[in-house]
């Protein structure tokens, strides 16, 4: 069912399911809302969409701590919306990728008290692992007068995958959805579902693994190599189980890891998450490592994403002049690339602190999708409040010549031309190009106007002069026959 839907080079967009569309006016983004906005992505000329969790939970991490697998949280509806909105995303050609939670639970899944032999144990905290929002990653738990272990919040510990029962129910429940309709999944966390069964104590980071996370709100977790916790040979194995269980899902890896990792989750896998892409500095020569440094493009499946609902917004980190070049960037690059909901139409972070509604502080970036001048997201109060509807929303940019919007539709449309892998012709602090096949793609991120090759243009962003590039501008180019030059210069 997959190979269909999802084209070579896909586009996906990320939906976050709490703040997309609210279609009963409690504030909160349900089933029946995002179902009922699909067309939106239609218009993008999107493949498909991956949608964050909707199972039943106490929303503790909003949906990532899950008491149930096989039902849908009661605030995003109901399982004949779920069906609805599968057969809906279908009917339009959309692929629909769940994202699951394997390595961790809800406190309140029945497991927890029923199968306590599913969760990690120990008398003492037996060792320095770290949660990845803070703090020791063990946690007392007076009624089993035990501690157990928790990668993320206390209220999500972590499966064993030590124990062969756990495999079989993850399986179960990848199989009732597979049931159903759904094309894939994206599987949350993937490369921290196994542990060192003799949990030995993790060695210190080196402070240049600091780099590039200066605003990450988990710095103090980076402290320490992840040798026991992450990465570990098993997770492969599990995820060999599940490909070969289920040969027809598209299995997108969510592996926090460096991209020099990579290749064995994307041999398994439809596609894994470039992590060092979202957090790769606004610079030509970092970028050009970042996108083949390892080689790994080539193959066409790493998963390009430049904002997500757990990190600053690319429009906050790079600039709202840098948009344009970013969005080129993003799709022209080959393999799977993400749109998170709201890039489309340029939305900024918004305010958002540890004491508002994610612990963690990603509430800045989960601001809810801004429809039109008034919101346009929910009739009664958001669940948060909105930022700049008034200036940045989807009705006034549809159709509205050099909106942003109308930069993603044009960009996406000219992706289904572009083939071949990338080849990198010119990295620079301010300035990156690369080729695909017959195609140029040139970006500006500097100051200056930049020296350009020949080629016809195709696609721009910015100001192009004759041989010139302007500050903060992107162009796409093709050989144009009829210049003397032929081929796109390579510098
Ligand atoms: C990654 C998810 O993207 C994030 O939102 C979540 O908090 C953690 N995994 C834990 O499930
Ligand atoms: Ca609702």
Redesign the pocket.
């Given at each position: 069912m997959r190979r269909e839907r999802l084209r070579r080079d896909p586009v996906l967009y990320e939906v976050y399911l709490r703040s997309f569309a609210d279609s009963n006016g409690d504030g909160i983004g349900d089933l029946a809302g995002l179902t009922s906005r699909l067309d939106h992505l239609v218009d993008l000329g999107v493949d498909g969409l991956w949608l964050t969790p909707v199972f039943r939970s106490p929303q503790f991490?909003?949906g990532?701590?899950v008491s149930d697998y096989l039902d849908i949280h009661v605030e995003y509806g109901s399982m004949p919306d779920m069906d609805a909105l599968i057969d809906a995303a279908h009917t339009r050609g959309l692929a629909v990728i769940l994202d699951v939670?394997i390595?961790?639970t809800s406190i309140e899944h029945f497991w927890f008290r029923e199968h306590p032999d599913r969760y990690i144990w120990a008398d003492q905290i037996p060792n320095n692992w770290l949660s990845?929002f803070g703090g020791s990653a063990w946690r007392h738990d007076e009624e089993a007068g035990r501690y157990y272990y928790h990668?993320?919040y206390p209220e999500?510990p972590n499966l064993n995958w030590g124990n062969p029962e756990v495999r079989r129910a993850v399986h179960e429940i990848l199989g009732f959805w597979t049931g159903r309709g759904v094309d894939g999944f994206r599987l949350?966390?993937l490369d921290g579902i196994a542990v060192d069964p003799g949990l030995q104590d993790e060695p210190l980071a080196d402070p240049s693994a600091l780099r590039g996370r200066e605003r990450d709100p988990w710095a103090q977790y980076w402290s320490l190599q992840h040798v026991h916790t992450c990465n570990l040979p098993q997770v492969l194995t599990e995820l060999k189980e599940i490909a070969t269980a289920f040969p027809d899902a598209a299995l997108v890896v969510?592996a926090d890891l460096p991209n020099e990792q990579l290749l064995p989750y994307m041999r398994l896998a439809d596609c894994s998450f470039a992590f060092d892409f979202i957090r790769a500095p606004l610079d030509g020569v970092a970028l050009a490592r970042v996108i083949d440094g390892a080689g790994l493009a080539g193959r066409g499946n790493l998963a390009w994403a430049l904002s997500?609902?757990?990190q600053p917004r690319m429009v906050s980190r790079w600039g709202r002049d840098l948009a344009g070049v970013a969005a080129v960037l993003l799709l022209s690059l080959p393999g799977w690339s993400f749109i998170y909901q709201g890039d489309e139409i340029g939305m900024v972070d918004g305010p958002g602190g540890p004491d508002l509604r994610d612990r963690?502080g990603?509430d800045a970036v989960r601001h809810p999708m801004q429809w039109n001048r008034s919101g346009g997201f929910t009739t009664g109060t958001p669940w948060l409040p909105f930022i700049d509807p008034e200036v940045c929303n989807v009705e006034d940019q549809r159709g509205a010549a050099g909106s942003t919007l109308e930069q993603y539709r044009t960009l996406i449309r000219l992706r289904r031309e572009l083939r071949g892998p990338v080849r990198i012709v010119a990295a620079e602090p301010g300035f990156l190009a690369f080729r695909r096949g017959g195609h140029t793609i040139s970006l500006n991120l500097g100051d200056e106007d930049h020296e350009l090759g020949p080629g016809q243009l195709v696609y721009m962003t910015g100001r192009v002069e004759p041989g010139r590039l302007g500050p903060r501008s992107a162009v796409v180019q093709v050989a144009d026959p009829d210049s003397t030059g032929g081929q796109p210069s390579e510098r």
């Open positions: 991490d909003f990532y701590d939670i390595g961790h990845v990668r993320f999500q949350d966390s969510e997500n609902h757990d963690s990603r």
